[in-house]
């Protein structure tokens, strides 16, 4: 079996396994913080934007977003992201 029909049945675990995704950049500012992570095996990306208080300094809930490099598209799940890849490896 190539490579490729592997990953075409690839579950939704296996793919969390699979992706790897190493810290690259971060911010940190009064009113939040964003970091940047990416596995450039896989292509993807994943951005974490979490808001901060600026009277009381107190951290909010973070929302992570995973993208592919070179694509527009956002998506806001692993499941999202794990759906869209099977569907690249079809094309």
């Given at each position: 079996?190539?490579?490729k029909n592997k990953e075409l049945g690839m579950t939704l675990d296996e793919f969390k396994k699979k992706l790897k995704l190493k810290y690259t950049f971060g911010i940190t500012g009064?009113?939040?913080a964003s970091r940047r992570y990416h596995d450039s095996e896989m292509n993807i990306g994943?951005?974490?934007h979490t808001p901060r208080n600026e009277e009381t300094t107190?951290?909010?809930v973070g929302e992570l977003?995973?993208?592919f490099e070179n694509?527009?598209?956002l998506f806001s799940t692993v499941e999202e992201?794990?759906?869209e890849y099977l569907k690249k490896?079809?094309?």
């Open positions: 079996m190539s490579m009064t009113n939040g994943a951005e974490l107190e951290w909010g977003t995973y993208y694509d527009d598209r992201i794990h759906e490896l079809e094309e």
